[in-house]
């Protein structure tokens, strides 16, 4: 395949997962109600267990390839600072978009990532486009969810999505033209990205799993790092 079709195809699948998300989630309330519960605090989990599972299996790993020791320390606590203050202006503004946070901020250095890995022309970008759509799935239904319990409106909420999904093709080809030659900026990136997300995991998605009288939401987070695992051993 061409490589400019290539990303375009690629980057385009990664990011169409966001609206995706949000279109199941605009589906009326399942019943009954403790259906509903559990379903989306299950989803909730899913999405926590697949940010982490990117962090862990694909965000450090490779960003520690191409930085010092030094470098990954400071870029890993900048990012986490980083992402401290930005909840903190999204607390103090009353913002619902904490999960869309976490997603972009995954999602942002992982289509780079993708569109870098398509110049280079190193396998495994396929499979990395995968992982990150079945990523940002649970993720665009979570916020999705969020931004309406806000009071926002569907409509809003999904064109608001699908501007995000154009993201996929465009930073895909920042990273094709102008990261590819630049391993280390790539580095700093994902280090700081992953510290971030990190951050977001526990500061936000987490404390929303826990049901009561119901320990299975917990399992989504299983299920959410699993999908990353079986990605990253495919990959190897």
């Known amino acids: ?38 379903f989306r605090h299950t989803v909730i989990a899913f999405g926590g ?5 990117a962090v862990a299996l694909v965000l450090i790993p490779e960003g520690i390839k191409t930085i010092s020791t030094g470098e990954s ?12 203050g930005l909840q903190v202006l999204l607390d103090r503004s009353k913002s619902s978009a904490s999960q869309l946070v976490a997603m972009l901020s ?15 022309g190193e396998g495994g970008a396929m499979l990395l486009a995968s992982i990150i759509a079945l990523q940002n799935l ?11 319990d806000s009071g926002m409106s569907k409509s809003k909420i999904l064109w608001a999505f699908f501007a995000a999904a154009l993201l996929g093709p465009l930073l895909g080809a920042f990273g094709f033209w102008m990261l590819s030659d630049y391993p280390r900026v790539m580095g700093w990136m994902q280090v700081f ?4 997300i990190l951050y977001l995991v526990f500061e936000d998605i987490a404390p929303q799993v826990p049901l009561k009288r119901s320990s299975f939401p917990s399992l989504g987070a299983v299920l959410g790092f699993l999908l990353g695992l079986l990605g990253k051993l495919l990959e190897g």
């Open 49 to 53: 267990g697949a940010l982490i599972s």
């Open 106 to 120: 995954d999602f942002i250095p992982e289509v780079i990532a993708l569109g870098a890995t398509i110049a280079t």
């Open 193 to 196: 990205a992953a510290s971030g």
């Open 1 to 38: 395949m061409n490589p400019i079709v290539e990303l375009i195809v690629l980057t385009g699948i990664a990011g169409a997962a966001i609206p995706m998300g949000g279109l199941i989630a605009s589906i009326e309330h399942i019943r009954p109600q403790w259906l509903e519960n559990e």
């Open 73 to 84: 320390v400071v870029a890993f606590a900048c990012g986490g600072l980083f992402f401290w």
């Open 138 to 148: 649970p993720e665009g239904f979570n916020s999705f969810r969020e931004f309406l």
